[in-house]
């Protein structure tokens, strides 16, 4: 989710964290009030930062999550997972994406456009 969408989304966002916590996701941080925030990391030459939506660990792995809405911000929102991906894979680390319904088939449009098709959202 880009970050101006954040504050429209924020009831979405916490019942991911909700979620995530039911299926034994520990040590939760969210882009969201009443969560510690998550590691930012800025983009060389550009304004603005990337910052996962939420990052959170299980069995000592750290995952990456990024919330997938209809969004008008596509080229941004694509550039922010193939970061995400990457920084994941670098660090032996997991990257998913979590969506809900009514936005299914931009979520897969979007990652087949970035050849990231092998990844399978979470729905929630």
Do not use: C
Not at 89 to 109: A, E, L, P, Q, V
């Amino acid at each position: 989710m880009v970050k101006v969408e954040k504050s429209e989304n924020t009831e979405f966002l916490e019942k991911s964290i909700q979620h995530l916590e039911a299926t034994g996701f520990e040590n939760i941080k969210a882009d969201i009030e009443g969560y510690e925030t998550p590691k930012s990391y800025s983009r060389k030459g550009k304004d603005g930062n990337i910052t996962p939506d939420i990052v959170a660990v299980k069995n000592g792995r750290k995952y990456y999550f990024d919330i997938s809405l209809k969004s008008p911000k596509t080229r941004l929102l694509k550039t922010k997972w193939l970061f995400l991906d990457t920084l994941s894979r670098m660090n032996s680390n997991r990257f998913r994406i979590i969506t809900t319904k009514g936005h299914y088939k931009f979520t897969d449009n979007m990652l087949e456009d970035i050849n990231l098709s092998n990844k399978t959202p979470i729905k929630i």
